[in-house]
């Protein structure tokens, strides 16, 4: 799909969006790893199904973050799953990594496009309707529905917009980009997988269902198989 971009002098040029796989978007997080290395749980994450890896990590230093990030790009060398960061711009560029997750308290998402150029990928967060209507949807190749259920992951979220309006959320998205990625957070494990899908999604993003999990490959492995029959059943294998 042709869309908007930025260029380093921060003008408009024609882009193509890079396609981006959201099946299974597993989040890394030093907290939520049961002791394991970033890489451990990532490389079984990948080899299990997951589709998309991203590096959180809210209370690294930012050499720590640029030395987690730079052993991540290296473990999914060749695996054909990219990398992203969350938040920090700044660790993505550093790192080499493949893009960068905002936030609505983070970086514009088309500041974050200026800095990481036409190549890179950029994920948005979306919590609402109105922030649905108000995205940059030209600067970025994904958005992420959050706070789907409780989760404990992220203590300050906003209050859980459960199936229906996770459903309505993704409705305005469509209506505004009918091609952009749309993935969903919070909450989601195998048991709702499906459901969620089911709500008009491309795919599911998980911290703990896969980074806490005692075997993270199975826990990969049984998510992917749930979140590709709830697709076939939608009709988008």
Known sequence: MNVLAYNNEGGPEPRLRRPVDLRVYCLVDPLQTRGRSLVDVAKAAVAGGATLVQYRDKHGSTREMIANARALKAALEGTGVPLVINDRVDVALAAG????????????????????????????????????????????????????????SKPDAEPPVGLDG?????????????????????????????????????????????????????????????????LAAEGQS
Request: net charge negative; with cysteine.
């Open 97 to 152: 990594a493949d893009g960068s997750h905002v936030g609505l308290d983070d970086m514009a998402a088309r500041d974050a496009r200026r800095l990481m150029g036409r190549d890179a990928i950029i994920g948005l967060s979306i919590g609402s309707v109105a922030e649905a209507r108000d995205a940059a949807y030209e600067a970025v190749d994904y958005v992420c529905i959050g706070c789907v259920f409780r989760t404990g």
């Open 166 to 230: 996770l459903r309505r959320i993704a409705e305005d998205i469509r209506r505004f980009d009918p091609k952009v990625p749309v993935g969903a957070i919070s909450g989601i494990h195998a048991d709702n997988a499906a459901a969620v899908v089911a709500a008009g999604v491309d795919g599911v993003a998980v911290i703990s269902a896969i980074g806490a999990a005692p075997d993270p490959w199975m826990a990969a492995r049984t998510l992917r198989l749930v979140v590709d029959r709830a």
